[in-house]
């Protein structure tokens, strides 16, 4: 962890953190924003591979939603990564995945992790290259969900990164 990571503490969410995961999520406009019902779900079903960063008075400033593919079982499916705007710069992000990574293995027993990024997300291209290089892993793409796929108006395909196996 770097000085400008140690003054965070990296856990589980809980469902009061949800809010707080809503808002980052809004904030970045970057991701996908789903409902705010949704962010609390997430925080209840899925905290075990799922994880937030606090501050020092334990507010939520980052966080990193996964689960644990059912047709894959020791694939975590990263589903979104954001930090607060007030803290980003300072490798969170990366410890979040580094920290969940490693959580979700020991207890999980997963292998590798999944990802999707659109094209041109160099902030999300870079993070998960660098994930896959600090852990010794292959990386794969391809496209998974083509623009065609998504009902809702334009939207970017959705290129499927496939990293593993986790060699630590």
């Known amino acids: 962890m770097t ?3 140690a003054d965070l503490q990296i856990d589980r969410p809980a469902v009061a953190d949800g809010a ?4 980052i ?3 970045s406009e970057a991701l996908d924003l789903n409902s705010s019902y949704s962010y ?7 905290a075990g591979t799922s994880a937030v960063a606090r501050d020092a ?3 939520p400033v980052g966080f990193v939603t996964g689960y644990v593919r059912p047709e894959r079982p020791h694939t975590l499916l990263v589903w979104q990564v954001a930090v607060d705007d007030a803290y980003r710069g300072r490798g969170i992000a990366a410890a979040l995945l580094d920290g969940l990574a490693a959580r979700v293995r020991r207890e999980y027993g ?8 659109t094209p041109g997300n160099t902030a999300s291209e ?6 896959a290089e600090r852990h010794g892993a292959r990386l794969e793409r391809e496209v998974l969900f083509t623009a065609g796929l998504f009902p809702d108006g334009p939207h970017d395909p959705e290129v499927l990164y496939r990293i593993g196996p986790l060699s630590h």
């Open 3 to 5: 000085a400008a990571q």
């Open 20 to 23: 707080a995961l809503w808002r």
């Open 25 to 27: 999520a809004k904030d």
């Open 40 to 46: 609390l779900l997430w925080c209840r079903d899925f």
């Open 57 to 59: 008075r334990g507010e």
């Open 110 to 117: 997963i292998t590798g992790v999944e990802t999707t990024i």
């Open 126 to 131: 870079r993070l998960f290259g660098a994930f």
